[in-house]
């Protein structure tokens, strides 16, 4: 049974996505620990983020960074947070958040209901800032992949 970042990807489940290419994709957090918290995910179904192929973690590494130098125009946070849990879904993702303190990296804050067109507004902040920096594989739907 594909996990639910899968049905994501594919476009079986509504999201709010940044980011697609040929070994991952992005998306914000339904639950964000504050705005524009995105997940950076491989498309292989990778239970643990040690298990991932090497060359894989280097491109989710390197998407994580321009999306949070996106994140950085968009929402002017003192830093960008990155953590790897791996407890809410068994498919790797790597949480990529902009943060003004420490205090914004515990997942005790982390929202349960959310307004969708906030979300979508800062998914577009987001992309419209990826978009500058010239990227290609900014993605406004993953229906269409």
Do not use: Y
């Not at 709010?16 to 290419?21: A, C, K, L, T, V």
């Not at 983020?49 to 130098?69: F, M």
């Not at 507004?121 to 900014?138: C, M, Q, T, W, Y």
């Amino acid at each position: 049974m594909p996990t639910v970042f899968t049905s994501i990807i594919k476009g079986d489940l509504p999201s709010h996505p940044i980011w697609r290419d040929d070994e991952c994709a992005a998306f914000l957090s339904i639950n964000p620990i504050t705005d524009g918290h995105c997940l950076v995910v491989p498309i292989q179904e990778v239970d643990h983020w040690i298990d991932v192929p090497l060359s894989t973690t280097g491109r989710l590494l390197e998407v994580a960074s321009l999306i949070g130098r996106s994140q950085m125009e968009a929402f002017q946070p003192n830093r960008i947070g990155q953590m790897i849990a791996g407890f809410e879904v068994a498919h790797t993702h790597l949480h990529v958040l902009p943060i003004w303190g420490m205090n914004d990296l515990d997942f005790g804050k982390a929202k349960t209901k959310v307004d969708h067109a906030e979300l979508e507004k800062n998914a577009e902040l987001i992309r419209l800032s990826l978009k500058r920096f010239g990227l290609k594989e900014v993605v406004k739907s993953f229906s269409n992949q």
